[in-house]
């Protein structure tokens, strides 16, 4: 969202941005409710402007799922509410890796996975991209506004 206003996290109409430059460059949130899902676009190890972990491929996953798990936060959702994930990799080498970070964070919740090799991410230095979707029974209810609206 462009206008201003989006303080990183926040939720606005349904919506959390704030997390990544390209949010606005590109034009897309980096969460939306939908419902009692809650869907979070591709997220990186950017974090506060730069890429952390550069040659890592097990904590720039864990980095990319923070970014992710942060915005499902904003809807007071946790890990364990995440019942699909995909993990685009750049090289096969790094399956294990990143599958190892998988494990670590959603071991308890089990949610359908799916990992691809791709050929490459917006910068080269960028090893995984993630992407999650989370649902809790009874969410919308709790994001709707005094009016019926979404927040």
């Known amino acids: 969202m462009t206008d201003g206003r989006i ?4 939720v606005v109409a349904g919506r959390v ?4 430059p390209w949010e606005d460059e590109f034009g897309y949130s980096r969460a939306v409710a939908a419902g009692d899902h809650v869907h979070v ?6 974090v506060d402007g730069h890429i952390e972990h550069e040659g890592d491929p097990y904590r720039q996953t864990l980095a990319a799922f ?3 798990l942060k915005a499902l936060a904003a809807y007071g959702l946790t890990a364990d509410d995440v019942v699909r994930t995909r993990m685009y990799i ?12 998988h494990r670590e964070l959603f071991d308890a ?3 359908v996975a799916t ?13 995984v991209e993630v992407e999650l979707d989370a ?8 994001l709707e506004a005094p009016e019926g609206k979404q927040p």
């Open 115 to 127: 990992m691809v090799v791709v050929e490459g991410l917006i910068d080269s230095r960028m090893m």
């Open 66 to 68: 923070g970014v992710g």
């Open 17 to 20: 941005a704030g997390f990544s």
């Open 109 to 111: 919740a089990r949610p």
């Open 41 to 46: 676009a591709g997220t990186t190890a950017w």
């Open 135 to 142: 649902y809790r029974s009874g969410l919308a209810k709790t």
């Open 90 to 101: 750049t090289h096969v080498r790094d399956a294990d890796e990143v599958g190892r970070a």
């Open 7 to 10: 303080v990183r996290g926040q």
